[in-house]
């Protein structure tokens, strides 16, 4: 299959299942719910070291958010339900309740309930409150700006992880440039993230290593330097690979964000650099979940 | 499926026992068994079809009409269902109602939702005393729900309230919130004396600036978030609660009853 002179590679990619929760943070303006968000979910790029992958989903309207601020919703995933629950509950408590002005809600009411503000309450040393209302529970926890509210629990449901594409350009400022004009375009769809910074992975791995300790190392088959000495998967003229990461609440929302994003890629073209696309995978071995992106182009 | 109606016939020198008349009660009785249902009437009994006149089907909706302020207990412990009472109203009116939509077209008397656990209790006329409290010697009054007030309240409205809503859009008497555990009391008129009297948690939120005894402490004024998510909960309701124009965040906060916990709180418009 070849979209405006780019090949698309007759492969999938592999992802896996994860358990993935929604907060939405307000603020008294957009720029300080950003601040907290950013801050929630910074060094959340992969479970691999990070215990969670987080990103910010979108920016809210204030008739959006529950209590009319201007808000950010943000997805965190994680591999299982307690180290969900767990970086849940500290970042909220470390990036959030520390934030000026802030508040926090669920952002899924379905699904298993896990701990929002529930535990942080505690942090009100006996002057906090609680309000329950049209069913759900808020905290009122007294602070120095005045008083932090947040939801008790949020929805915890099950996820996807792991989708990918990868890019193959003629030059590391193409691969970068087309990556981004992606990430443009991936940002305007809901239940979805992109990980990595900025969207964007310049580090794939492969499962294991010549080192026993790691579980992971280097790609070795897209590094381009490496093409004469290795195994290589890229093409000669091609000088750098980037990778995008996608997280989403289902199987379809990966689906549609691969779409959009390698269409993206795509209507740059040959004529902007643009070689191949492909994606990561272990073959079929690991992940339940496979996108084979000539299905997804079709 | 029309109402299932009472229409009082006569009114009785006695007060009348009516917890047998509600919807889940009476939802796979024919009308000649609800006829026949035998109400307690001071020390004696009366037949529902000597009291009223029963017509419609529908046990789920029902509808009291020509009431008078001897029936008591109306809708006790009501559970699904609809029910609309026109006319004056008697002591412990939906009394431990645990769901549905009750509704009052008239006053209502004594202990009127008291420990009421869930659902919508609109009275569109005025209530008396202890409305949603705990009934004598108990702990714990109204445990949940929503008690919406149109009119003035009695004394001690909420005396021992545990959780829900209480919202009043006239005046509320002495010792409003009395002894209250936890919930919230939304008054738009007046309050009496003796406000938040020993009240442990919870919120008094008031239009109109009360008079406090020396137990509350005035804490500022604040911009609250919780009060912009708490009015839009009453959006719903057919209530000046719902407008636009009622709804505010700006507060004087006042920490009390220092003579008690001290973690509930008198919240007074700006």
């Known amino acids: 299959m070849i979209i405006n002179g780019v090949s698309i590679d007759e492969t999938f990619a592999e992802a896996f299942p994860m358990k993935a929760t929604r907060a939405i943070i307000t603020a008294q303006n957009e720029k300080w ?38 808000g950010v919703s943000v997805l965190i995933f994680a591999m299982g339900g307690k180290g969900l629950a767990k970086q849940l509950e500290t970042r909220a408590g470390q990036c959030v309740l520390t934030s000026p002005t802030s508040a926090l809600f669920a ?13 942080l309450r505690y942090f009100g040393d006996g002057f906090q409150t609680s309000k329950k209302i049209n069913g759900k529970r808020y905290w009122r926890i007294p602070v120095m700006d005045g008083e932090f509210l947040t939801e008790a629990t949020t929805g915890r449901v099950d996820a996807v992880g792991g989708g990918n ?39 794939g791995s492969k499962v294991g290593s010549k080192y026993p300790a790691l579980g992971a190392s280097s790609n070795d088959a897209f590094c381009p330097t490496l093409k004469g000495i290795t195994k290589t998967d890229l093409p000669p003229e091609c000088e750098s690979v980037m990778e995008i990461v996608i997280d989403g609440l289902t199987k379809e929302d990966i689906d549609k964000a691969m779409r959009v994003g390698i269409q993206a890629v795509c209507d740059l073209g040959a004529e902007n650099g643009i070689q191949r696309i492909s994606a990561g995978n272990y073959g079929g071995k690991l992940g339940p979940f496979h996108f084979h992106l000539q299905e997804i182009m079709a | 499926m029309s109402a299932l109606t009472f229409t009082a016939i006569k009114t009785t020198e006695q007060r009348v026992d009516m917890s047998p008349l509600v919807c889940h009660l009476l939802k796979d009785l024919s009308v000649a068994e609800i006829a026949a249902i035998e109400l307690q009437n001071g020390k004696r009994k009366i037949r529902v079809d000597e009291l009223f006149e029963i017509s419609g089907d529908d046990a789920q909706n029902i509808l009291i009409k020509n009431s008078y302020a001897k029936l008591d ?12 009472v026109e006319g004056e109203i008697g002591a412990y009116f939906g009394m431990s109602m645990k769901s549905g939509e009750l509704t009052a077209k008239g006053n209502v008397g004594l202990y009127a939702a008291c420990e009421m656990k ?35 309240v009695g004394q001690r409205s909420g005396d021992h309230m545990r959780r829900g809503n209480i919202l009043i859009e006239g005046n509320a008497g002495d010792y409003c919130g009395s002894r209250m555990i936890a919930g919230t009391i939304a008054v738009m008129g007046t309050t009496g004396r003796f406000l938040g009297y020993a009240m442990q948690r919870g919120t008094l939120l008031l239009w109109k600036k009360p008079t406090l005894s020396a137990a509350f402490n005035d804490c500022g004024s604040h911009t609250l978030a919780f009060l912009p998510i708490l009015f839009k909960s009453f959006k719903k309701l057919d209530s000046k609660f719902a407008e636009e124009s009622a709804a ?23």
């Not at chain 1, 952002?107 to 535990?119: F, M, S, V, Y």
């Not at chain 2, 507060?251 to 220092?258: E, I, P």
């Open chain 1, 33 to 70: 719910a950003m601040i907290s968000a950013q801050a929630m979910t910074g060094f959340a790029t992969s479970v691999i070291a990070c215990g969670c992958e987080a990103g910010i989903e979108k920016v809210l309207d204030p008739s959006e958010t529950p209590d009319g601020r201007p």
């Open chain 1, 107 to 119: 952002g899924i009411d379905e699904g298993l309930q896990i701990p929002l503000g529930k535990n």
């Open chain 1, 165 to 203: 594409f990868l890019v193959l350009a003629k030059s590391q400022p193409q691969a970068l440039a087309a990556c981004e004009a992606a990430i443009v375009e991936m940002k305007k769809l809901p239940n979805v993230i992109m990980p990595f910074p900025g969207g964007i992975v310049r580090s």
């Open chain 2, 73 to 84: 207990f109306i809708a006790k412990e009501l559970h699904d269902g609809v029910m609309t």
């Open chain 2, 118 to 152: 869930n659902g919508l209790l609109t009275i569109n006329g005025n209530a008396g005393d202890f409305l949603g409290a705990a009934l004598p010697g108990n702990k714990q009054g109204m445990k949940g729900g929503t008690i919406l007030v149109k009119g003035n």
């Open chain 2, 248 to 270: 505010f965040n700006r507060v004087q906060r006042y920490g009390g009853d220092m003579a008690e916990k001290g973690r509930a709180e008198v919240l007074v418009k700006l």
